[in-house]
């Protein structure tokens, strides 16, 4: 990750890697094992994250995610969109891999985007394990969203959802 562009130290990097990626297991672990989906899992948790299938087609969403959409990250025609060229081709490389079987280290790295006078957003890619359902479609990987920064207006932690 590139630490001086986000001003992260190693550990910070490492917390915040850590952090998600247990998470992520926690709401994969849970849809496979019945019960509820892997999606809805990670909507109670309030991880902003994009459940996508084998094709890299967006299956699900959560609803913080649905929060931090605009113009620069967004859905468009079933496929996570980046207005950032740059994160766009790392994303579409990383996606591209998702498709091979042979994991390479590019699925690991996180995905900068920058936004018009907005804060940055991490998105990290998580190939499941294990393949969970969701209700009719095979999940293939979990896209989360990190903002870096305060959540926005819109988009606040209540006391009584938790």
Known sequence: MSSDILQL???EEHILTSFT???????ADAGTHGGSSTVDVLNTMLLPAIALDRR????????????LFDDDIKIKAKRLFVRDLKAR???????????????????DLPIIVQRRDKLLVILRIWPLERVA??????????????????PPQDFRLRRDRI
């Open 21 to 27: 990626r247990r998470l992520v297991k926690i709401a």
């Open 9 to 11: 130290g190693p550990e």
């Open 133 to 150: 359902h969701s209700s009719e479609q095979e999940l293939q990987a979990l896209v989360t969203l990190n903002l870096l920064g305060p």
């Open 56 to 67: 890299g087609f967006v299956a699900e969403v959560t609803a913080a995610a649905d929060a």
């Open 89 to 107: 081709a790392l994303l579409k490389a990383s996606l591209d891999e998702l498709a091979t079987p042979v994991k390479s280290l590019l699925n």
